[in-house]
């Protein structure tokens, strides 16, 4: 990403949630040199904007809350930073020919903070309470049971194949909890005072205020660096700077976009910026005129000013892309068709398509920032002699408009919780998901097919060709066009060392200042 705005606490962070980082621009440290890093601190304050609504990982479906329980619990196995699933609280695995039951070899020296050792009878216990949690579903929504094989092993079985199984058990929905200590002081207290194996305990928490943790000693994956963690609310960013001037704090996550101007002239601070999960496109109702001609489509792509989306729009703050996910991803390809600012060949293939005078369409919008994405698409489609109005809506009309097929044009934007082809496009492009998700009514044969096996095979050199295939595919036809990859950031103190950001800002706190951040 770039290294240019607030580079803030030094994080460290090796991501335990479904990866650690996209980072895209950022170039990545090498992280087997124990030598590379900068000073190490004792204490590390660090501001967000929200107190977290709960401490209970099972129900903690928030950044802010997320940012606590990720270094206080840990998952069965995590995702390293080329969204590879490695060894965590699971030593190591094994999937049946089916592809419906994981057996979990467990870890025999992990303790929780309490000093407990970690039993099989506290993973069922844990991976139970995830399935039985509506909010932890996306961990455990593919998971129909589980249930101990013997001391050393754990079972999993699923409703179905489902080959991203791992990646959902390592998002931090749904780590490993203490057994005996949540049935002792009951999920309310376990809420406000949660108690795991992480790399960092839980001292207190002053709502409103901030939540303290200190470094677990005997950490399985070794001690953390710094000794010292505050999470402090501040929900005003501006004030953040402040704090971050005086060194009140030392780094804050997430800096809004109209104070980076502020950041960049301070001559103390700094940003680190890091491929969020999540991106903004263009979709076409493909199931109308003059919208199911690809040709339509390919013209939009190249009048599509993707450089004026990103420095007009979003002061460049993001990255400009052609791809529906990462190149780190499994079966990201640069073979995919692509799509430069060009005019003339936009025009030109309109006029193959049977409309060298354009038509007229209507662009609707859910946002007044997606009206500005679409404002400048309205010009450059003025360019090319298609009218374009713009239609900016409530959510839930904007739903109603895009799911029922009743638009012609949409900027429309997502996130997801891990890198993955399926993940990052499947809802609004696959033929099953028309009338639920599918907006683009998009309904390709092969597309169908190979997601469908996709999701069924545990074989990744299987899945790599097959989602290579789906982006070639969709490159081609154009039912979306992504055009800016948003970005997480943190801002700091020019000292502090932060290697990189993983997608979900700051999470994983285990050597920060240090090169010990991928335990």
Known sequence: MKVKRLVSLALALAVVLSTLCGCGKQDQPD????????????????????????????????????RVTTNVFDTLVRMDAHFTPQPCIAESWEISDNQMEYTFKIRND?????????TVDDVVFSIDRGIN?????????????????????????LNAPYNQILACLALPFGPIMSKSYVETVGDEQFAREPMGTGPYKFVNWVRGEKVVLEANEDYFLGAPAIKHVEWVTIADTSAALLNLESSDIDAYCDIQTSDYVLANANDNIKIVEGDALGYEFIEF????????????????AYAVDKDAMLLGVND???TKIDSVVLKDALGYTDKIATYEYNLEKAKALLAEAGYPDGFTCDIHTPSALYAKYAQVLQESLRQIGVTANI???????????TIGGKFDIAINGCSFTFMDVYESCGDVIYGPKIGETNSTFYNDPEVNAWFAEALETGDQEKLASLYEKVLIKISEDLPIIPFI?????????????????DPYAFHYLRGVGTADFLA
């Open 285 to 300: 109702n493909t199931a109308k005129a003059p919208f199911d001609n690809v040709k339509v489509r390919q013209a939009i």
């Open 133 to 157: 949690s509506p909010k932890a579903s996306p961990s455990f929504s593919h998971v129909k049971s589980v249930e101990k094989v013997d001391d050393s092993h754990v079972k999993i079985i």
């Open 485 to 501: 990859w948003r970005v997480r950031n943190i801002t700091c103190a020019k000292d502090l060392n932060i290697p990189y950001v």
């Open 31 to 66: 992280v087997n040199d124990p030598n590379e890093g900068n000073k190490t601190k004792d204490t590390l304050i660090i501001g967000h904007w929200s107190d977290p609504p709960s401490l209970d990982p099972n129900n903690a479906l928030n950044d802010c809350s997320m």
């Open 391 to 401: 239609k900016q809506e409530e959510l839930s009309a904007y739903k109603a408009s």
């Open 110 to 118: 992990v303790k929780f903070h309490n000093g407990d050792l970690l």
């Open 316 to 318: 460049n703050i993001g």
